[in-house]
């Protein structure tokens, strides 16, 4: 269980909305992987899960992404895509990011 | 400048660990020595949050009510066994009567003494920001920070939202 790793397949990290996000955490089996995002910035979080998956034996995954939010970063507010194991001792986590030319937007105002 | 890069964003500041001069384990003994019910007071900003958080992971994650002007009511039911209440100075009387009339262990923050005997309480400082700021990984800060800490009546959070600002603002410049 220590050595739990996401591995997305590919080894990309960046994907356009209404992808799939597909790949494998060894040594998960019997876990959870969750797709989710959440806030950092001068306010309260937001988090939200987009999607779950119970890992098989084999630990594969693939979780289609939502048309938005997009990955974005103001002064006030960043907002972050991420893959997380839950159920186990430890939670490796995984950020991508999710825009339609698949990089982080920067917002100049916020 | 990115909100994710600032070291003040408030993710941070939530993972700062209570600054005490006693284990968290000698102050719970203390609370079971006063019956199980005392408070943890202190001016606004000044670590009691992050304390009663704390002592509620010691305590194995009892019930928590966080109470604020805009949420001040208790809820319909309350909950057996320990209670643990941020913000208790804002229950009325006839709802302060009823936690307190409530069997089971209480511990409460609280603005100033009153509600009940004092557990703790909690008081900002210069040395006290500086090792928070080291902690947060931004000790550079501290310069600029100690004249905040007066500007905003020893109200660390505050201090620390107006930090967040600055950084942004010295990241601006500096993309200029």
């Not at chain 1, 895509?81 to 105002?109: F, T």
């Not at chain 2, 928590?64 to 804002?90: F, K, M, N, W």
């Not at chain 2, 229950?91 to 302060?96: A, I, Q, S, T």
Request: aromatic share 6%; proline share 6%.
């Amino acid at each position: 269980m220590s050595d739990l790793l996401i591995r997305i397949d590919g080894e990309r990290s960046s994907f356009k909305p209404g992808e799939s996000v597909e790949g494998v955490v060894e040594g998960a089996a019997g876990l959870e992987l969750r797709l989710f995002w959440y806030t950092e910035g001068k306010g309260t979080q937001d988090l939200e899960v987009v999607a779950t998956q119970h890992l098989g034996p084999e630990g594969r995954f693939r979780l289609v992404l939502p048309d938005s939010p997009y990955s974005f970063s103001g002064k006030l507010i960043s907002l972050i895509w991420a893959l997380e194991v839950v159920g186990g001792a430890v939670c490796p986590r995984a950020e991508i990011l999710v825009s339609p030319d698949g990089g982080e937007i920067l917002l100049g105002g916020v | 400048m990115r909100a994710r890069d600032n070291p003040f964003r408030v993710e941070r500041l939530h993972g700062l660990r209570p600054r005490i001069d006693v284990p968290l384990a000698d102050l719970l003994a203390r609370w079971e020595s006063m019956g199980g019910r005392a408070a943890l007071v202190g001016p606004h900003g000044t670590g009691k949050t992050t304390l009663i958080e704390a002592l509620r992971v010691e305590l194995g994650n009892p019930p928590l009510l966080r109470l604020s002007e805009e949420r001040r009511r208790l809820p319909s039911e309350l909950p057996a066994g320990t209670l643990l209440i941020d913000g208790a100075e804002q229950l009325d009387g006839r709802d302060w009567r009823k936690v307190v009339e409530r069997p089971g262990r209480l511990l409460v923050t609280a603005h100033r003494p009153g509600l009940l005997p004092t557990l703790w309480e909690s008081r900002s400082s210069e040395t006290l920001l500086d090792a928070l700021l080291e902690d947060l990984g931004a000790g550079a800060w501290r310069v600029q920070a100690r004249p905040l800490l007066a500007a905003h009546g020893g109200n660390l959070r505050e201090v620390f939202r107006a930090l967040y600002d600055r950084w942004g603002e010295d990241g601006a410049k500096r993309a200029k």
